[in-house]
């Protein structure tokens, strides 16, 4: 089973994408509330795969992607974006994201981009 870090700096999000995947059968590696965190998480957890939300305080999501990436580059990670950050999702793929999801969360997509990266 792919154990799964969830980064968004809203609490809120963060419950959304834990209720879709655990009842996609994933489990939850852990949560952190921004691009710091999830590096750190990240080294602690090994996770089969992150979602990494763009727009987060203090180091943003495709800074902390670049960083793990560098750490792990086999790293799988995940984009989450709010409607309108297509250059910055472009940005992020090119960095070695291998898919994005868009808020608000629809479970269907969601676990259909998951399950493309880890199975």
């Known amino acids: 089973m ?20 655990t009842k996609g059968g994933y489990e939850i590696a852990g ?3 921004d691009g710091n965190e999830a590096v ?3 080294k602690e957890e090994k996770p089969d795969l992150v979602t990494l939300d763009i727009t987060m305080p203090n180091k943003d999501g495709i800074q ?11 790293a799988n990670c995940l984009m989450c974006s709010a409607m309108g950050q297509q250059s910055m999702v472009i940005d992020a793929i090119q960095s070695g994201a ?22």
């Open 2 to 21: 792919a154990r799964i870090l969830i980064v968004d700096d809203a609490a809120f999000m963060r419950m959304m994408l834990k209720d879709i995947l």
């Open 31 to 33: 949560e952190a509330a």
């Open 40 to 42: 750190a998480k990240y």
């Open 64 to 74: 902390a992607l670049k960083e793990i990436k560098a750490l792990d580059p086999n």
């Open 98 to 119: 291998k898919d994005f999801i868009v808020k608000p969360f629809q479970a269907d997509r969601v676990l259909e981009a998951v399950k493309k990266v880890v199975g």
